[in-house]
């Protein structure tokens, strides 16, 4: 069974352009999540989808970002324009299940590396 | 708020000794924890979890942690290092009323010949 797989692995593009970010959930995962580590910060969450709904996007950093799983399958993160400050490991995570209880088991990607110059 | 702060940045052990890398938590209801384990250039993977019931859980390659709810902490330990296990170590809690986990900055294990 595939885990979760993450496209890019790295990207590099400069202050002003737009980056799109990919996630593919395991399979039969309704719950996704992105995630972002900053450079010497702590993995914050940025939002969560039940199939194509947000359920919790308290985490988006500003507008700049959006996030879409349009068909409940993958998801992907836009980044528009991009600034010196979203440089960062990108982590997405599907679960089984959302909510209280043990099937709320999130399994990330292998993240991806972006970086603005 | 919740939080979960992992005090030491990084930790040096000798292969073969015993390593025990510190986690303490902060939350107002009950929670779930974890250990997420980065190896260098690979993903985030999950090492072990505490949902519920013994307050000693065991995870992959070896690892235990122990739950101490009046301490609030989640100590992760193995008693022998091997040079595979230099990695980056998350501790991780999620309220079991929510959906997001807290990370604590990580800790850098190096494991000494």
């Known amino acids: 069974e595939a885990g979760v797989t993450q496209f890019p692995s790295h990207s590099v593009i400069e202050k002003g352009q737009t980056v799109t970010l990919r996630c593919d959930p395991i399979s039969g995962h309704d719950n996704l999540y992105w995630y972002r580590r900053v450079m010497g910060k702590e993995i914050k969450f940025l939002l969560h989808?039940?199939?194509?709904?947000?359920?919790?996007e308290s985490g988006m950093p500003n507008n700049r970002f959006l996030a879409e799983r349009t068909g409940g399958t993958y998801s992907t993160l836009k980044v528009q324009p991009a600034e010196l400050e979203d440089s960062g490991v990108y982590f997405c995570?599907?679960?089984?299940?959302?909510?209280?209880?043990?099937?709320?088991?999130?399994?990330f990607g292998a993240g991806t590396r972006l970086s603005v110059l | 708020a919740q939080s979960v702060t992992q005090l030491d940045s990084q930790v040096p052990v000798f292969e073969e000794a015993p390593v025990e890398l510190r986690c303490n938590y902060s939350?107002?209801?009950?929670?779930?924890l974890f250990w997420y384990v980065q190896y260098p250039n690979q993903g985030l993977q999950l090492l072990l979890k505490y949902l519920s019931g013994s307050t000693l859980v065991k995870g992959i390659n070896g690892f235990e942690a122990e739950f101490n709810k009046s301490q609030t902490s989640f100590h992760l330990r193995k008693p022998s290092v091997h040079i595979s296990d230099t990695a980056e170590y998350f501790c991780?809690?999620?309220?079991?009323?929510?959906?997001?986990?807290?990370f604590g900055k990580g800790t850098r294990l190096h494991i000494l010949p």
């Open positions: 991780a809690v999620r309220e079991n009323r929510d959906d997001k986990i807290i």
């Open positions: 989808f039940v199939k194509e709904s947000k359920q919790d």
């Open positions: 939350s107002s209801v009950s929670v779930y």
């Open positions: 995570a599907s679960s089984q299940d959302s909510g209280a209880g043990t099937k709320n088991i999130q399994y």
